[in-house]
């Protein structure tokens, strides 16, 4: 049986040594190159990320002092704005507060009429307000209102200067209707047991009343 040989010119052999080159680029390129661009790609955008991320940093680190400066401005106002007002009270004590306002005034209360508080109203400055003129008509949130509404009797004038004080002078108060009638009202007897009266002016007023 005759032994075949294979006999590589070399010719061959170029061949052979050019096509082990070009497989060893591609597999250089296909496993070795190409992930290592994607890397460096995926790195880059990594990189301007972080100093995207680091310039945001640094600009808030040198907005610091002003957002603390700010801050402290709008705890000062808001302390301004609510520093007129009365704190959380129930209502018994607002009774004995407006009976002493009324007591300083001269005035006699005949009637008291409180209703159920409300929380977290909104209030703005009455226009003619102390309040109004100092800080227009910026609104103060999470007060507490209570409406009340009396009878006063007194004299015209006494009357007139207690709504004065409430519109000038109190910020935590605001009259929402007021209304003036002239009344009779018992004085005593006379000597012979009969029924003696005065005359007097009645002063109707509703009043929201604000707690913070």
Not at 34 to 61: C, R, V, Y
Not at 134 to 148: I, M, P, R, Y
């Amino acid at each position: 049986m005759a032994q075949l040989t294979l006999k590589i010119t070399k010719r061959d052999k170029t061949l052979i040594y050019i096509l082990c080159i070009g497989i060893l680029i591609f597999v250089f390129f296909r496993f070795v190159f190409t992930p290592l661009s994607e890397d460096i790609g995926n790195l880059e955008i990594e990189l301007e990320q972080a100093e995207n991320d680091k310039f945001d940093m640094q600009s808030l680190i040198s907005r610091r002092d002003a957002l603390i400066t700010e801050n402290d401005e709008l705890r000062s106002y808001r302390s301004q704005l609510t520093g007129g007002l009365y704190p959380q009270m129930e209502s018994y004590a607002i009774d004995r507060l407006v009976t002493y306002m009324m007591m300083e005034y001269g005035l006699e209360t005949t009637d008291f009429k409180l209703s159920e508080s409300s929380s977290n109203a909104l209030l703005r400055p009455y226009i003619y307000s102390s309040l109004q003129a100092a800080e227009g008509e910026n609104a103060v949130s999470d007060v507490t209102t209570s409406s009340l509404t009396l009878k006063v009797n007194g004299s015209r004038a006494a009357l007139a200067k207690l709504i004065d004080h409430i519109v000038n002078d109190l910020t935590s108060m605001r009259i929402t209707s007021y209304g003036f009638r002239d009344v009779s009202v018992d004085s005593g007897y006379d000597k012979n047991g009969g029924k003696l009266t005065d005359d007097t002016t009645q002063l109707t007023l509703a009043l929201e009343i604000y707690m913070y």
